[in-house]
Nanobody, 122 residues
Framework: QVQLVESGGGLVQAGNSLRLSCAAS????????MGWFRQAPGKEREFVSA????????FYADSVKGRFTISRDNAKNTVYLQIHALKPEDTAVYYC???????????????WGQGTQVTVSS
């Protein structure tokens, strides 16, 4: 059974940093590209970042470039999302997903975690 478990969310003040983690099990992690998406209240889920299976290629939404960094540790079956200079508009539930090929398109992800809430206060 495939499981993706996000952690690291919480309530933080604007300007601070946060690192989200997504621990995977039940799948050949090093063969999957991984991605982060987020969904704010009343909005659709949107792409944030993705990383290839090797970690050699990374992609970011324009809205987060320069503040978000995605990385992975295949030995730990974990993908990370480092967030700097948090803004109130970053408030959302953050989800990680696993896909065969690196992509920004949600429907192309095969597996999803349950999400972790990030709330940024001004």
């Amino acid at each position: 059974q495939v499981q993706l478990v996000e952690s690291g969310g919480g309530l933080v003040q604007a300007g601070n940093s946060l690192r989200l983690s997504c621990a995977a099990s039940g799948l050949p992690f090093s063969r999957y590209a991984m991605g982060w998406f987020r969904q704010a209240p009343g909005k659709e889920r949107e792409f944030v970042s993705a990383i290839s299976w090797s970690g050699g290629s990374t992609f970011y939404a324009d809205s987060v470039k320069g503040r978000f960094t995605i990385s992975r540790d295949n030995a730990k079956n974990t993908v990370y999302l480092q967030i700097h200079a948090l803004k109130p508009e970053d408030t959302a539930v953050y989800y990680c997903g696993a896909a065969i090929l690196v992509t920004s398109k949600g429907p192309e992800y095969d597996y999803w975690g349950q999400g972790t809430q990030v709330t940024v206060s001004s």
